[in-house]
C-alpha cells in the first residue's frame, strides 16, 4: 500500500502549511492512522513525534517527504521553520530557545507548551482545514486577514493544540473530520467564539499588520522587508518583561499610550514562553516604542525607563542602525569625548 515511489495518496502542502500538517494530512488522505504511517513510512525505529519536527526534521525524513509526495526538497523545507533562519532567528539548534519561535516543550509525544495556535476563521474557510507556520510564531497574535485573535488552547476544555493526536489511543478511529478537531474533547475549533483586535493605536497596528502579511506569506514572499527591525522588536520585547532589567519602561510607555498597566507573569522565562494575551499586550508596548524612531526610545532614555546598557544586553548581533543610535546615549563615551576635547 505504501511502498513504490510515490504514496497511493499525496497531496501536497497548501501555502504556509506545517510540516506536521501536511504529514496528519497524508497519513488521513491514505486511509491510516498517523502513527500506523510513520511507522511504515519512516520504520518504527524512528519515533518522530516525541520531537518538534516542524522545528528540527532531520534529513532521512525530509528525503522520505520529498520522495512519497512528488514534491522538491526545497518546497519541502520550505514546510518546516527553518525557512526562517538568517530571517528571523540566526541559526537553528537542537535546544534552547530560538527567537520568535513558540515552543511546544514536548514531553514523551505531548505538548506541555501552548506553541501551536491557529485562527478559526482561517480554519473556517479551508477547504480542508490546515495549520500555517506562521502560527508558530510569537509575533502572531492575532490573524492580520480576519482581525481577530488567535488561539492557542482548546476553548472548551484548556488543552493544548495536537492535530496529530486526534485518533491516538481511539482503535476504532481511523477517519478524521478535520485537523481542527481538539483531541482532548472533539471541539470543533472552526465554532470557536472569536475576539476582534482591539487597535487603540492606528499607527501601531498598521506597522504590526504588515509584518505579520509578509511573514505569512512565506517562501512565496518576493517583496523587501527590512526583518531587522523584528531583531529591535524583539529585544525590546523582553526588556519590557523583565521587572529586574527596566522595571520603569511598562508603566513608562503605557502613561504615554494611554494605556492600562497590566500585571507581567514575574517569572524569569522568556518572551516565547509567555501566553498569548500577554505577548499581545507586550508586542502593542513593543511597536508603539518604535513609531516615531528614534525619538521615543530616546525620551524613554532620557527620562531614565530604560539605561543604555539595558538595551544591548544579550543582543551581540544587534543591527548597526540601532548600535549607532545607542552609542549617542552613552554616557560615559560622551563624558569621554568631552573630556578628551577639553
Known sequence: MLSGKSWPAHPHPYPDELLTSWLVRIAHANGVKVQTFCDRVFGSQHQIWNRDMDRLAPEWLLAQMTKGSGCSMSR???????????????????????????????????????????????LAEDEEPYFRRAWRLALFTYCPTHQVM???????????????????????????????????????????????????????????????????????????????????????????????????????????????????????????????AERHYVLGLAWWLMMVWPKRLIRAWKAKAVKYNVLLKDFDQAPEPFKKVLSNLNRRRKAHINTTAN
Open 150 to 276: 488567535l488561539l492557542d488552547r482548546c476553548p472548551e476544555c484548556g488543552s493544548t493544540i495536537e492535530f496529530h493526536r486526534i485518533e491516538l489511543g481511539r482503535p476504532q478511529q481511523i477517519d478524521v473530520d478535520s485537523l481542527a478537531t481538539c483531541w482532548q474533547c472533539g471541539f470543533d475549533l472552526r465554532k470557536a467564539t472569536v475576539e476582534p483586535v482591539e487597535k487603540w493605536d492606528r499607527m501601531v497596528f498598521a506597522t504590526w499588520e504588515r509584518a505579520l502579511r509578509f511573514l505569512a506569506r512565506g517562501w512565496r514572499c518576493k517583496s523587501r522587508f527590512d526583518y531587522s527591525r523584528l531583531d529591535v522588536l524583539h529585544q525590546l520585547c523582553a526588556i519590557i518583561v523583565s521587572m529586574r532589567l527596566a522595571p520603569k519602561l511598562q508603566g513608562y510607555i503605557c502613561s504615554l499610550a494611554h494605556l492600562p498597566i497590566r500585571p507581567l507573569l514575574r517569572d524569569r522565562i522568556s518572551f516565547e514562553q509567555r501566553c498569548l
Open 76 to 122: 519541502v523545507k520550505s514546510t518546516t521553520l527553518t525557512g526562517f533562519e538568517q530571517v528571523l532567528f540566526h541559526a537553528n539548534h537542537a535546544s534552547g530557545q530560538l527567537r520568535w519561535i513558540l515552543p511546544l516543550s514536548i514531553y514523551h509525544r505531548k505538548h506541555r507548551g501552548f506553541g501551536l495556535q491557529c485562527c478559526p476563521l482561517c
